[in-house]
């Protein structure tokens, strides 16, 4: 975490109408380590659980959201999950978040640092690489090339 290639970025999330399946962010999980997010009283965030579920990310008014990304998965062996997570807001109101991300150095190559729980196959994951495919496949017109980035199925086991 030496010189780490951390970010915050602003995010709008204009009003979608209330039966709208619009997206305000696409499913997806993030590749960094921790992302860390204020408590927004608009809502809208929602993580899908280990039942394949879609559920609201309630927190309280002084709280913060903490959410495990896809390095701190792979650190870990499996033992944390990253949360595929999106938004739909569908307040009437206008959504800001400013989430700040935490990522190591951009040359670090990231790999479990305990064994591996049973089932858990990744490969090891290249922060630079990664960090540059996640920004170009945030357009809509492309798709990521990092297998890191599948949204996949939680095991059972």
Not at 14 to 19: A, D, F, K, S, V
Not at 56 to 62: G, I, N, T
Not at 140 to 147: A, E, L, N, R
Request: hydrophobic letters at 35%; charged letters at 20%; glycine letters at 8%.
């Amino acid at each position: 975490m030496t010189n780490p290639l951390t970010n915050m970025t602003l995010l709008n999330y204009p009003p979608m109408p209330p039966q709208s399946d619009t997206w305000g962010i696409h499913p997806h999980k993030d590749f960094n380590l921790l992302t860390l997010l204020a408590h927004d009283p608009i809502g809208g965030l929602e993580v899908r659980n280990r039942a394949d579920e879609w559920i609201s990310a309630e927190c309280p008014p002084d709280g913060l959201v903490l959410n495990v990304g896809d390095m701190l998965e792979l650190w870990s062996g499996g033992r944390l999950i990253s949360t595929p997570h999106r938004v739909f807001n569908k307040s009437g109101k206008p959504r800001q978040s400013f989430p700040f991300f935490s990522k190591p150095r951009f040359d670090v190559i990231v790999e479990p640092l305990l064994k591996p729980i049973d089932g858990f196959d990744r490969p090891p994951l290249h922060v630079g690489t990664s960090a540059a495919d996640i920004w170009y496949s945030n357009w809509p017109d492309t798709v990521s090339t990092d297998p890191a980035q599948v949204l996949g199925e939680y095991s059972t086991s």
